[in-house]
DNA sequence: ATGAAAGCGCTAACAC
DNA sequence: GTGTTAGCGCTTTCAT
């Protein structure tokens, strides 16, 4: 029966039980410098008896390198975000950098304190998920003297890098292929806009796009609470009672637009038309509705990777400076909820 | 135009500007012991203009305290282990306690090494999934010296403390009310099980139950990958060409059941009379479909709760020590997807 | 190839 | 209520 220590092991202990100094012990657990074949072996083997685990805070201190980066997003329900984490994870896999997640719920108060906390680790890098963000937010970023990329969004002016879409142009080129296939009753659903800001841009840019086809949004309605099916049929029952002549529903994320989706069919309502649908994100786990739902793909993996690309390079010494925005651009998927181009 | 420091800021720092001790300064900043009004702000003052972040490693070093409880799970994708999470802040947002997550993709090799990161940064307590894991990271669990809390399941022998549900019971209560509802020909599709010890588990008391009524499965299906809509759809469809005769489909998690449901909606299928279905976790986001899904729930936000608890009493010394093991209770909801009682 | 000394930035413990 | 001293466990640097 193993004893439960009362003190952890430390290099000392390694150094102790295999005759070696602490400074050659620390070379071989670290695969730095040259040590004797003989030597290394001994010290592993010691360390593995004693089962021993380095103590990264000391290492950290003293070798003012923390192999961590920051990456603070404002929720992990949705499945947008775990997909950003996924194309960080990818990029970050292949070298010694680890990623920790902060959530901020939206909540700038609570960015502002996650990012305190995060920063007190003196982490190698930040990703933050959007532009906006508290002064005391920005200066801390700012005076960290480490790279930050902003992501998610580009329709703005970022701290240091930014890599996302434009969630503007996203709204508009939806609304723009919402009115060339002929709908002209249309209405929105989504998220309550003061907190999520590329939701906001969306319906600024969706809206923009109909005013100049001189149409305005016929009905629509937000919500707070977490995105569920049942959010999205519920609202779209009692949007289409209110407003039984909408030809459109234009939705801010793909989960409750599955919802209505699902609603739509029980009635026996023809998609597209009848009414069409059409959502955002573009979500695999959606992948097998009924019918295909019209979406835009927000190029979340693909924006998680190339985060994390410019942390690796900036902390080579081999990011071009030129490339501090980069756009990339989300397709649209017309489903089967959007009829064809009349 | 704030200039970028070439070196950050340190107590000493704000000691200067505030002409107060960096012994004050660290006592006002961990509103620590008994400092005057006037120098507290003083150093407050001094702190915010010079914008400073404390560092947490140097702190943690000296004080051999870190406020870190370590959060391993296999996933973030299936929106169970996210709820369990949400249940763990609950209660870590009233402490000094901050989770940090590692992500093991249900392999062994990779528990191991997530955990040694983990403990590396001599974490406060760790919450780990299942009850599975390699000697080697048992043995490194035993020897940190700090709470271990093993989630989710409780079908094994803990190494400190567990916290779940048995999920062997959870099958054999499916199967039961199943078999009790009358249904003869069942069909199982789950999760290829060397990699997922609760998904085995289940379906071993799943199996169990069936055999006690002298019944066995007639046809099952094994997958791998993310599970999504299309998955559970493109498997019940195969299946049922395969199997015809079948009059149940027990699914290992609800969202592959939800692609079945639809599939034999489209179908035109008579649910729950000609075919019923169940799945398991009762995830919350698949809510508003058109049938609403037998299953059962698997306290996941409970199970957070309760680890998260635990540490934080570990840590208090306010533990009994007879509570080593919790086992909550899933409930089963019938859904409309699990005929009546005959 | 290996070791010795100094110190990373902070806090515990003890003075005053 | 405030200051001083001595480390925390490692890595850096320099010596051998």
Redesign the pocket.
């Known amino acids: 029966m193993t004893q439960v220590p009362r003190?952890?092991?430390?290099?000392?202990?390694?150094?102790e039980a295999s005759?070696?100094?602490?400074?050659?012990?620390?070379?071989?657990?670290?695969a730095?410098?040259?040590?004797?074949q003989?030597?290394?072996e001994k010290v592993l083997l010691a360390a593995k008896e004693l089962g021993?685990?380095?103590?990264?805070?000391?290492?950290?201190?003293?070798?003012?390198?923390v192999n961590l980066v920051a990456v603070i997003i404002p929720s992990m329900s949705n499945m947008v975000f775990p997909e950003v984490m996924m194309g960080i994870n990818d990029i970050l896999e292949e070298t010694d950098l680890q990623p920790v997640v902060g959530i901020t719920d939206y909540l700038p108060d609570k960015e502002e304190k996650v990012l305190f906390q995060m920063l007190s680790w003196r982490p190698s890098g930040v990703i933050i998920a959007g532009l906006e963000h508290s002064d005391a937010s920005r200066k801390m970023l700012k005076a960290s003297g480490i790279p930050v990329i902003e992501i998610m969004d580009i329709d703005g002016t970022p701290i240091d890098c930014a890599v996302g879409i434009s969630h503007r142009r996203a709204g508009r080129k939806m609304g723009e292929a919402i009115i060339q296939s002929g709908y002209k009753k249309i209405g929105f659903m989504g998220t309550k806009m003061p907190l999520d800001h590329r939701a906001r841009k969306r319906f600024e840019g969706f809206t923009e796009s109909l005013a100049k086809a001189g149409i305005e949004i016929t009905d629509h309605e937000f919500y707070s609470g977490g995105s569920a099916l049942v959010k999205g049929r519920d609202m779209t029952r009692d949007m289409l009672e209110r407003s039984p002549d909408l030809d459109f529903l234009y939705y801010s994320n793909d989960m409750i637009s599955a919802g209505g989706l699902l609603y739509l069919l029980e009635q026996g309502i023809d998609i597209p038309n009848k009414i069409g649908l059409a959502g955002f994100n573009g979500v695999e786990l959606l992948q097998g509705l009924p019918v295909e739902l019209a979406t835009m793909d927000a190029c979340r993996k693909e924006i998680g990777q190339a985060a994390a690309k410019i942390i690796c390079d900036k902390l080579e010494g081999t990011f071009v400076e030129s490339d501090k925005i980069l756009e990339l651009t989300p397709t649209l998927s017309r489903g089967a909820t959007l009829r064809k181009l009349n």
């Open positions: 003190r952890p092991l430390t290099l000392r202990d390694v150094s005759g070696v100094s602490e400074m050659t012990v620390s070379r071989v657990l670290r730095h410098g040259d040590v004797s003989m030597t290394r021993y685990v380095p103590n990264k805070i000391a290492g950290a201190l003293a070798s003012q390198r």
